[in-house]
């Protein structure tokens, strides 16, 4: 109110203001314009600039006079009307006072509403991270691609299992070198694929491709994932499988193969009893071998399924040693070997299972036998190294070449396939002997080098 009356008082003071200035003006103009005195002119402009400045400061102070009594009176009604707010029995009151607790509970809900977004917030802050700190420490290798096929994230495993650079950052890119017959719009658009995967080789690495669309809240394409795994160890598995299957069809055909044969021989036609007793005697040598090749597979087969229960003692190295040594003996004296059994004093009793230490001493000092020429040495330690027992069988036979040594404990692996058949060995007791010993919580380690001899060393533990 007070600013719409000073507004109009402004608006009168320049109205007036303009009549006056008009009007003296047009006054000015009438009376000057017979006169041709120039001081005349000047004399009469004097007077008129005289009476306009008197009528300006009339006109202010009338106008001042005006205003003040405005101001004054809108002050009175101020006062006035914050008497009424204070006895509180105005229509005017109860409205300010619910807008008052409208403004409240508008600021309350407001104030709320903040606090759960914030919240909310964090909450979708703590998920990012946590996303992030899967994707960084997971063993499989992630890439996002959006529709145009430019890569949006990507983890490390990713980077290091493709062998990533900066440049590698489109879909293009990243896969083309691997020669992957895989295409984006197809995994995006098409309706009957909801994955596809591939595997492609890395330099020594086999990895699986796994593409999957993803979509975004409209259920419209929005990408598309790649998981890499990596699956050499499962490869490698998968060929050792393989090979495995075909080494036991193999081991298995051989003496079936020499049974049938010579069974056929003697039921087509009449032998001599010498004949007889020779085909006889090797097709039970040859099924014996079987039999023996098919309780070596039972006893891998129970050892990687661990249904094999062993009953750990404590029992006397050295005594062992000797028994095995005792059992071979034959054997040994057939090829005139000289073996030498040496134990340490104060070897302290182990704690294994006795009948699996006991053959794995049978199938190693065997071997030394077999491979070993006549008139050969054969050296036997017993000892004690911190908790340790351990037994060392040297031998100075025709030895193990250096780039068979890492791969004699596979199974049926063999150096010389045709000379161990020949001496009876199905290629599976070092892979025996090897088991037992990890069950046992004990090792086994060989040294070799060709035409001089292998070294061979048991460790068992002496502890419960």
């Not at 400061?57 to 003040?68: G, P």
């Not at 057939?334 to 059994?341: A, G, I, L, S």
């Amino acid at each position: 109110m007070y600013k719409s009356t000073q507004n109009k008082i402004i608006t009168c003071f320049l109205i007036l203001g303009i009549i006056i200035i008009s009007l003296v003006g047009y006054i000015y103009i009438k009376s000057i314009s017979n006169m041709n005195n120039v001081n005349e002119i000047i004399e009469i402009s004097k007077k008129y600039i005289i009476i306009t400045l008197i009528a300006f400061v009339a006109i202010t102070i009338i106008l001042s006079e005006i205003l003040k009594k405005v101001i004054k009176k809108s002050m009175v009604n101020i006062v006035k009307n914050a008497g009424k707010l204070v006895t509180g029995n105005q229509p005017e009151v109860k409205l300010l006072q619910e807008g008052n607790r409208v403004k409240n509970e508008f600021m309350s809900a407001f104030d709320e509403a903040t606090l759960e977004m914030r919240e909310h917030l964090k909450d979708v802050d703590r998920q990012k991270k946590q996303i992030e700190t899967i994707l960084l420490h997971m063993t499989d290798g992630i890439i996002a691609f959006d529709l145009e096929g430019q890569v949006t994230h990507k983890n490390l495993a990713a980077e290091r299992l493709l062998n990533l650079s900066e440049e590698d950052d489109d879909f293009e890119k990243v896969f083309s070198k691997f020669n992957v017959d895989i295409n984006l719009e197809k995994i995006i658009y098409l309706e009957d694929w909801t994955s596809s995967d591939k595997k492609v080789s890395i330099d020594d690495k086999y990895i699986n491709l796994l593409f999957v669309p993803y979509k975004d809240n409209n259920q419209r394409p929005a990408g598309v994932i790649a998981v890499a795994q990596d699956i050499t160890e499962h490869v490698k598995l998968d060929n050792m499988r393989k090979e495995f299957v075909a080494d036991v069809s193999h081991e298995l055909k051989t003496p079936i193969t020499s049974i049938m044969g010579y069974a056929d021989t003697l039921l087509e036609g009449e032998y001599d009893d010498a004949t007889k007793t020779k085909f006889l005697n090797v097709i039970a040598s040859e099924a014996r071998r079987m039999a023996k090749l098919v309780t070596d597979l039972l006893s891998l087969s129970k050892y990687d399924s661990n249904k094999t229960k062993i009953e750990k003692t404590e029992f006397d190295l050295g005594e062992l040693v000797k028994k095995c040594q005792e059992k071979l003996q034959i054997e040994i004296d057939k090829k005139h070997h000289k073996v030498e059994n040496l134990v340490t004093a104060n070897v302290p009793l182990v704690y294994a299972d006795k009948s699996g230490i006991e053959r794995v001493i049978l199938n190693i000092l065997s071997n030394s036998i077999k491979y070993t020429k006549e008139n050969g040495n054969i050296k036997i330690y017993v000892g004690f190294v911190y908790n340790d027992a351990y037994i060392k069988i040297i031998d100075n036979g025709i030895g193990i070449p250096e780039e068979d040594l890492t791969r004699i404990f596979e199974r049926f692996y063999r150096v010389d396939k045709a000379r161990s058949r020949e001496l009876g060995g199905t290629g599976l007791g070092l892979s025996i002997a090897r088991e037992i010993l990890n069950q046992n919580n004990g090792s086994i380690d060989i040294k070799s080098e060709v035409g001089k001899g292998t070294e061979v060393v048991i460790r068992i533990p002496t502890k419960k």
